[in-house]
């Protein structure tokens, strides 16, 4: 064989080798969900990707015997062509032997390396960065180079499922999308400037309404304004005047004994009129959704979205009264940083190192600001005056502190058995070791 065809014959070898690694690749990397999309667009190649891609068993056996017949090729060809080329070279300056000797040695590194960068590292690369169009690309020539081998497919299909079954092995991949996956690939959305911070918080914010209680969103019973039935006209319009709200709860006698509630609305329409205001007017009263405080932030908007409305009053396991929450609340926890956060009165940063933090804080807004991984017993409370009180175990008093990780949360302000104000203060990370805890009265 002369140079110019041994040249010709690795040259297409090696190409060969590149389009398989490009092919395996791209098949494994390409998104179904993307895939999808494409085929949607009217992209036949796509649907045919999917395809394999749900058994792609014949696919990879072609790409093995093809990739190692190719390598065994190449080998073959290359030895033969640049040890002879390497050894007259070096017959130049060296003695018979030992030139014969370097040049199969020159010739299997030079080999070598071309295999491993040209039809291996770039290729997969490359592969690895547009997996759908290279796996499109690559899918009408694998299935043809299928139709020829598809013999030798049939005998190493039939083996290879055969060891599967006996060794109980995965055969398939599970294309099962996981909130864990939509996750990750927000935040790889936002890495890459795809997506806005808040906008990935936002995407985020929505799976953490399956785990987040009404407590950690709900205005708390002694933050309610309501109305009693027997109030004054003078009274309501007082009240409605200093703190207006879209909805009131009518009690009778005290807020544990819920009649109904009235609306804004309403009562803006009869003093539009010059009416006067009476609660006791059974016009004016609508039943008001009551709602334990156990629900998730998920299950409350769907009672919402059953009954039609907008607000809820929560009840703890005694039906006490325990806090009001609207939609608005939700779609602020949803939103996040979209918007000027709700909380951000709750949780004021003094410096790069301590927050001042009010005791009914929802715990995790505070994992957020504070960029806390893990909190213990979580489960067991909804605020940071929750956590200060587990962790203590008893109420707590000013100056009582709690170490975890690299923060000490310290009470600085109570008003009688409620904690007001927290300081929590990040210290060195190598003076406190991670997930220990201390806590004590100062």
């Given at each position: 064989?002369?140079?110019?065809?041994?040249?010709?014959?690795?040259?297409?070898?090696?190409?060969?080798?590149?389009?398989?690694?490009?092919?395996?690749?791209?098949?494994?990397a390409?998104?179904p969900?993307?895939?999808?999309?494409?085929?949607?667009?009217?992209?036949?190649?796509?649907?045919?990707?999917?395809?394999?891609?749900?058994?792609?068993?014949?696919?990879?056996?072609?790409?093995?015997?093809?990739i190692?017949?190719?390598?065994?090729?190449?080998?073959?060809?290359?030895?033969?062509?640049?040890?002879?080329?390497?050894?007259?070279?070096?017959?130049?300056?060296?003695e018979?032997?030992?030139?014969?000797t370097?040049g199969?040695?020159?010739?299997?590194?030079?080999?070598?390396?071309?295999?491993?960068?040209?039809?291996?590292?770039?290729?997969?690369?490359?592969?690895?960065?547009?997996p759908?169009?290279?796996?499109?690309f690559?899918?009408?020539?694998?299935?043809?180079?299928?139709?020829?081998?598809?013999?030798?497919?049939?005998?190493?299909?039939?083996?290879?499922?055969?060891?599967?079954?006996?060794?109980?092995?995965?055969?398939?991949?599970?294309?099962?999308?996981?909130?864990?996956?939509i996750?990750?690939?927000?935040?790889?959305?936002?890495?890459?400037?795809?997506?806005?911070?808040?906008?990935?918080?936002?995407?985020?914010?929505?799976?953490?309404?399956?785990?987040?209680?009404?407590?950690?969103?709900?205005?708390?019973?002694?933050?309610?304004?309501?109305?009693?039935?027997?109030?004054?006209?003078?009274?309501?319009?007082?009240?409605?005047?200093?703190?207006?709200?879209?909805?009131?709860?009518?009690?009778d006698?005290?807020?544990?004994?819920?009649?109904?509630?009235?609306?804004?609305?309403?009562?803006?329409?009869?003093?539009?009129?010059?009416?006067?205001i009476?609660?006791?007017?059974?016009?004016?009263?609508?039943?008001?959704?009551?709602?334990p405080d156990?629900?998730?932030?998920?299950?409350?908007l769907?009672?919402?979205?059953?009954?039609?409305?907008?607000?809820?009053?929560?009840?703890?396991?005694?039906?006490?009264?325990?806090?009001?929450?609207?939609?608005?609340?939700?779609?602020?926890?949803?939103?996040?940083?979209?918007?000027?956060?709700?909380?951000?009165?709750?949780?004021?940063?003094?410096?790069?190192?301590?927050?001042?933090?009010?005791?009914?804080?929802?715990?995790?807004?505070?994992?957020?600001?504070?960029?806390i991984?893990?909190?213990?017993?979580?489960?067991?409370?909804?605020t940071?005056?929750?956590?200060?009180?587990?962790?203590?175990?008893?109420?707590?008093?000013?100056?009582?502190?709690?170490?975890?990780?690299?923060?000490?949360?310290?009470?600085?302000?109570?008003?009688?058995?409620?904690?007001?104000?927290?300081?929590?203060?990040?210290?060195s990370?190598?003076?406190?070791?991670?997930?220990?805890?201390?806590?004590?009265?100062?």
């Amino acid at each position: 064989m002369s140079v110019n065809q041994s040249l010709l014959l690795l040259a297409l070898i090696i190409v060969g080798g590149a389009f398989l690694a490009i092919a395996e690749i791209s098949l494994a990397a390409a998104r179904p969900l993307k895939l999808r999309r494409m085929a949607d667009n009217g992209n036949a190649g796509a649907l045919k990707v999917i395809a394999v891609q749900q058994n792609p068993g014949n696919y990879l056996t072609v790409v093995q015997i093809s990739i190692n017949a190719l390598a065994i090729l190449g080998g073959i060809v290359g030895e033969e062509f640049l040890t002879a080329a390497f050894t007259q070279l070096l017959l130049l300056v060296l003695e018979p032997p030992l030139a014969t000797t370097l040049g199969f040695a020159l010739s299997f590194l030079v080999l070598t390396s071309l295999f491993i960068v040209v039809t291996d590292l770039i290729p997969k690369q490359v592969a690895m960065a547009l997996p759908e169009p290279l796996a499109i690309f690559s899918i009408g020539p694998m299935r043809a180079l299928n139709t020829l081998l598809r013999p030798l497919v049939w005998f190493y299909s039939r083996l290879v499922n055969g060891l599967i079954r006996l060794l109980r092995l995965p055969a398939r991949r599970d294309d099962e999308v996981t909130p864990e996956d939509i996750l990750a690939l927000t935040e790889a959305g936002a890495r890459s400037g795809l997506l806005a911070p808040g906008e990935q918080q936002a995407i985020e914010n929505i799976f953490e309404l399956d785990t987040r209680t009404l407590p950690s969103a709900m205005s708390n019973r002694d933050e309610i304004v309501y109305f009693l039935i027997d109030d004054s006209d003078a009274l309501i319009r007082s009240r409605i005047a200093d703190t207006p709200h879209s909805c009131y709860p009518v009690c009778d006698g005290d807020i544990d004994h819920i009649i109904g509630y009235v609306s804004m609305k309403d009562l803006f329409k009869r003093v539009l009129h010059n009416e006067p205001i009476s609660l006791a007017d059974p016009a004016l009263l609508h039943k008001p959704l009551v709602v334990p405080d156990r629900l998730t932030l998920a299950e409350l908007l769907k009672q919402f979205r059953l009954v039609g409305e907008d607000f809820a009053l929560i009840v703890n396991e005694y039906s006490l009264v325990v806090g009001l929450i609207t939609v608005n609340d939700v779609m602020s926890i949803v939103m996040g940083d979209l918007v000027p956060p709700w909380y951000e009165e709750q949780i004021v940063r003094r410096d790069d190192n301590s927050w001042l933090i009010d005791g009914v804080t929802p715990i995790q807004d505070v994992r957020r600001a504070l960029e806390i991984e893990d909190i213990p017993q979580e489960e067991g409370y909804e605020t940071l005056a929750g956590f200060m009180m587990t962790m203590l175990r008893r109420v707590p008093r000013r100056t009582d502190r709690v170490i975890w990780g690299d923060y000490t949360f310290e009470v600085v302000d109570v008003d009688s058995y409620r904690i007001d104000q927290v300081l929590a203060t990040r210290t060195s990370s190598s003076s406190n070791e991670a997930d220990k805890t201390s806590a004590g009265h100062h």
